[in-house]
């Protein structure tokens, strides 16, 4: 073993284990796609180019379910960004209690996705839920809502459910990345007559740019992926107004135990995915140092 060769042989392990449990994976679903695979039916296995892909395109269900995974995917990324920033604002202060403070604000990410399904749906049920006790007793609404009734409601109550929980994984990021800043740069700008609003645009903002591009990255990549809260709360419904593409997935596999369809439409999602991750990264000058 020479020593240029060494740390190629020392990596070999790791590589194998990568292609094992991903690259192989990944090789698998676009080489189902493919092909007709039905658990219960394996004596009509064989290849049928691209009728998986052309039966998926003709599929009106499929394209709500896009259409639903885009506005889920937006809504919930805009709002925990937003909230994680100025969560994150927060505890970057000297305040008494604040070492609670945290300890409450980071609890929700602890929590399974399933978990928290099940207690927000008791939460938001139409007869015994605690949210409409709450506004009545408040005079905010006279009668009990029915939340899960309709299209509009049931997400609203899904990205306000999943909002909650990723909260933390931006709040720990961007205050991770506040307290890399050197305070100097804020006591010059106080210096200069900067007010708040002008050092957090030029010189808060351009020094997190990076992190903010890789957690909404990340983010987006995780939500557009998430079945476990849906599947507990909605199931897709009402009238597939929940349904997102994972959630789909699912459902179809389930329904069918057909795993070329299935492979097709997660191939699908990992091509959108791609092509996002790609465009985002690009646009967003992830890498670039911030400007001053």
């Not at 740069?185 to 609003?197: L, P, R």
């Not at 591009?213 to 909605?234: E, Y």
């Amino acid at each position: 073993m020479n020593r240029k060769s060494a740390p190629y042989l020392m990596i070999l392990p790791s590589m194998a284990m990568i292609a094992l449990f991903m690259f192989y994976p990944i090789f698998m679903t676009f080489f189902n796609s493919f092909h007709n695979y039905i658990l219960t039916r394996p004596k009509d296995y064989g290849f049928n180019g691209l009728d998986n892909y052309v039966k998926l395109f003709e599929d009106p269900v499929f394209f709500k379910a896009l259409k639903n995974t885009v506005v889920w995917t937006i809504w919930n990324v805009v709002l925990q960004a937003g909230f994680g920033l100025m969560v994150a604002i927060l505890m970057n202060t000297d305040f008494k209690g604040r070492k609670l403070y945290r300890m409450v604000v980071f609890s929700p990410w602890a929590f399974g996705g399933m978990i928290v399904a099940l207690v927000f749906s008791y939460m938001f049920t139409g007869q015994t839920g605690v949210i409409n006790d709450i506004l009545m007793r408040a005079g905010i609404i006279k009668d009990r809502i029915p939340w899960f009734a309709t299209g509009t409601r049931a997400m609203g109550v899904l990205i306000f459910t999943t909002t909650w929980r990723g909260i933390p994984f931006f709040a720990v990021s961007f205050l991770a990345a506040l307290q890399s800043i050197p305070h100097d740069y804020y006591e010059a700008a106080d210096v200069d007559g900067a007010g708040v609003i002008y050092q957090f645009l030029h010189i808060t903002m351009p020094l997190i740019r990076n992190t903010v591009i890789l957690t909404t990255m990340l983010r987006t990549i995780w939500t557009f992926n998430i079945v476990d809260i849906i599947a507990g709360m909605t199931a897709g419904g009402p009238n597939n107004a929940t349904m997102t593409l994972p959630m789909y997935l699912m459902s179809k596999f389930n329904e069918g135990m057909d795993i070329g369809y299935s492979s097709c439409m997660a191939a699908v999602m990992a091509l959108i995915l791609a092509i996002f991750a790609i465009g985002y990264s690009l646009v967003g000058g992830f890498g670039k140092e911030g400007d001053l």
